[in-house]
């Protein structure tokens, strides 16, 4: 099954046990071997790096409120039949039909928050984007003093879908019974405006991996939302790199905590909390050592031959741990290992 939509072409396998999206744009897209996640530091952005997991995010919780909005579902046209599929309450189907007489609209708009309850409990949205480099997403995401993570996306786990394009265009309404539940769900999620073209990105639709669902949040609670899924998933051995922002070193800097070489190189001692227990950026660094993960640093570069001389570019550090809050990092050009 094929359809159109916005100049790009979407196909669905509907034989497929879970349904198997395809989206042909009408340009060329960037390479998706690797996507990054752009994270602000906090307890539960390092928490997640340190187990693997991604935050799988509901439609609602988007910064851009149209954005997989149930508003944009078009039930217009759809029968009384259909529509108690969906709200799928037998005990209430007489008096569905006889409000359905009276005031069609209550039962259609009952019908729409019931498809979109369901749908934000079955599947949720993992966004990533291909340039570690976006000044914006820096910005934005992290007041560049964050992480950006790398996610080699061959490694994702199979209940991760895509990764599909998302299409920055005119919203529309999606006439949800000219193009069917598996078309309309891929065109809301996959479908923003165009005034977040810079972001670049790349959604996978994630299953839960306990095969219930996840947990929602109200207007969508459910009465028995306790059984339901956390919304973190494991990303498996997906995690590839991690780049600091340009203003990551700032508070230890100003605190003269950072002592530099004559090589370049630098040893840096992190503050421990006020309880005793470690910093947040000494639980980055011991992770990155443990896991033997790549590490980057973002640096400000100015190239004068060029029209736009303003650039973002990447050092690579290689993370040594000295004592309990002590660290030295080697600022190298060279493709090395980080030492355990």
């Avoid at 979109?116 to 599947?123: G, Q």
């Avoid at 394009?165 to 809301?188: C, D, H, R």
């Amino acid at each position: 099954m094929e359809i159109e939509l916005h100049g790009w072409k979407y196909s669905i396998n509907s034989d497929a046990e879970d349904f198997d999206f395809k989206i042909e744009a009408n340009s060329e897209l960037p390479n998706t071997d690797s996507l990054y996640k752009y994270y602000s530091i906090s307890k539960y952005s390092v928490d997640s790096f340190k187990r693997d997991l991604f935050y799988i995010a509901e439609p609602p919780d988007f910064n851009d409120e149209f954005d997989g909005a149930r508003s944009r579902l078009d039930f217009n046209r759809i029968s009384i039949d259909t529509c108690l599929k969906i709200i799928n309450n037998p005990h209430s189907e007489d008096e569905l039909r006889s409000q359905w007489l009276v005031n069609p609209e209550d039962v259609v708009e009952r019908a729409r928050y019931n498809y979109y309850k369901e749908l934000i409990t079955r599947i949720g949205v993992l966004c990533l984007t291909p340039n570690s480099l976006n000044e914006l997403m820096w910005g934005y995401y992290s007041n560049n003093e964050g992480f950006c993570l790398e996610v080699e996306t061959s490694k994702l786990p199979s209940n991760f879908k895509g990764p599909y394009p998302v299409n920055y265009v005119e919203l529309k309404l999606i006439p949800f019974v000219q193009l069917g539940s598996a078309f309309s769900t891929i065109t809301l999620l996959t479908t923003k405006k165009k005034i977040w073209k810079h972001e670049e990105e790349f959604r996978y639709i994630v299953a839960p991996s306990n095969n219930i669902g996840f947990k929602t949040k109200k207007p969508y609670h459910k009465n028995d939302n306790e059984k339901f899924a956390d919304r973190l998933e494991s990303c498996g051995d997906a995690l590839k790199s991690i780049t600091f922002g340009y203003r990551f070193m700032n508070a230890e800097l100003k605190k003269d905590l950072v002592k530099l070489g004559d090589d370049g190189n630098f040893v840096v001692v992190f503050d421990t909390n006020v309880d005793g227990t470690k910093s947040l950026k000494c639980e980055i660094f011991e992770t990155i050592i443990e896991k033997r993960i790549q590490c980057f640093n973002i640096i400000q570069q100015i190239e004068y031959e060029e029209d736009d001389p303003f650039k973002l570019k990447k050092e690579q550090w290689v993370i040594e741990k000295l004592d309990e809050n002590k660290f030295k990092v080697i600022v190298t050009k060279e493709n090395l290992l980080i030492h355990s």
